[in-house]
């Protein structure tokens, strides 16, 4: 499936051009011509990179990009600025985006860095699992719920992660055990709904609605 590509810039032609290119590149392209229509189209079309302009009409391009951070919202971003002063550039990336072109740019350049950050994004979501807020990170062991970082012990990080590897899918506790704890396991498979209660306080400590669910003689399943 084609990549979604938005395109928040309100000079016309240069929207036009970006968005030919990039159509000619294969990726399906959507243009917002502000800073609002920009943030909802961003919610709404849910893109795989934003090109997004420094100078808009309504929301600035540093403050999406701060919105969309506080937010949770991972989606990569490249900010187009006019303004080369060393301090913008880095007040754009502090706000939140990825990398950004000067302008003027030359268009191989533009489409060389979506390049490189849709790889990039393809990278790190394999690397992620994620189900309603919550996300775990394989690689750096790390998960969130919404922005929330949550410390676990590394048995309830591997029964999260099974869990988070088979979503809506009933788990059996036999499942549970030989996949957690090990074929072997001869302890008290009480074990199990012990590490469940573990980890339903961490991941509802701020009383969000329970992901974890029983079901009664049989396991458990993610599940809202
Ligand atoms: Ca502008």
Known sequence: MAQKIL????EAKLAQFIELELKYEGYQVTIAPDGFAGLAAVRESQPDLVILD???PGISGPEICRRLRSTGDQVPIILLTAKDEVSDRVAGLDA???DYVVKPFSVEELLARVRVQLRRSQEQESEILQFEDLSLNHRTREVYRGNRLIELTAKEFDLLEYLLAHPRQVL???QILERVWGYDFMGDSNIIEVYVRYLRLK???NKEKRLVQTVRGVGYVLRD
């Open 54 to 56: 420094w100078m808009l």
């Open 7 to 10: 395109v928040v810039e309100d």
């Open 96 to 98: 939140g985006a990825d």
């Open 203 to 205: 991941l509802e400590a």
């Open 172 to 174: 059996t506790r036999d």
